[in-house]
């Protein structure tokens, strides 16, 4: 059974990077069928796909965060991670590792991990 | 990109009724690549559906799923105590993909 855990601060200043990491249990991200994506979700709001890395290194990115976005993998530990510059108040949020079927849906994914952005 | 609009925003229903929810899209969705998702409170999104209508594994059958083009259903045939949450809908035939804002059944 796959599962996927989000780790990393939950609370960034603002101008800082926020940091998370994805780690991969029962299946190895090397897997050549899925991605690997980070998708949030503003307090009481709708989700928001952030972007997805695929084994290789290959990224693939919203457009909406591309600026400040880098998404990176470790395959000897089988976790992937998400930089977030330049954060601001609005980057507050519930972050979600997700292994992404093919750059089609997403499952499953992790139970997300908080994000405030606050000095 | 495509935005998703579902409808109602908040259902009001009793178990063992059926609750029939809307996603529709401001342009065609290539394929039928539409996903529907369950999220109940403080848990992560779960994959129903894909492919507008094909039931993600272990999902009951008291979901399904129909559409085309910009217009999408859900179904849940007879609504179980454990079914009242909130639902999302997600297009993959376009980047980026998008989810729409959601529809809360609730009792």
């Known amino acids: 059974q796959v599962q996927l855990q989000e780790s990393g601060p939950r609370l960034v200043k603002p101008s800082q990077t926020l940091s998370l990491t994805c780690t991969v249990s029962?299946?190895?991200?090397?897997?050549?069928?899925?991605?690997w994506s980070w998708i949030r979700q503003h307090p009481g709001k709708g989700l928001e796909w952030i972007g997805y890395i695929y084994y290789s290194g290959s990224t693939h990115y919203n457009p909406s965060l591309k600026s400040r976005l880098t998404i990176s993998v470790d395959t000897s530990k089988n976790q992937f991670s998400l930089k977030l510059s330049s954060v601001t108040a609005a980057d507050t949020a519930v972050y979600y590792c997700?292994?992404?079927?093919?750059?089609?849906?997403?499952?499953?994914w992790g139970q997300g991990t908080l994000v405030t952005v606050s000095s | 990109e495509i935005v998703l609009t579902q409808s109602p925003g908040t259902l009001s229903l009793s178990p063992g009724e059926r609750a029939t929810l809307s996603c529709r899209a401001s342009q065609s969705v290539s394929s039928s690549y539409l996903a529907w998702y369950q999220q109940k409170s403080g848990q992560a999104p779960r994959l129903l559906l894909y492919?507008?209508?094909s039931r993600a594994t272990g999902i009951p059958d008291r979901f399904s799923g129909s559409g085309s083009g910009t217009d999408f259903t859900l179904t849940i045939s007879r609504l179980d105590p454990e079914d009242f949450a909130v639902y999302y809908c997600?297009?993959?035939?376009?980047?980026?993909?998008?989810f729409g804002q959601g529809t809360r059944v609730e009792i």
């Open positions: 492919d507008a209508s």
């Open positions: 997700a292994r992404d079927r093919s750059s089609w849906w997403f499952d499953p």
């Open positions: 029962g299946a190895s991200i090397t897997s050549g069928a899925y991605y």
């Open positions: 997600q297009q993959y035939g376009s980047s980026p993909r998008t």
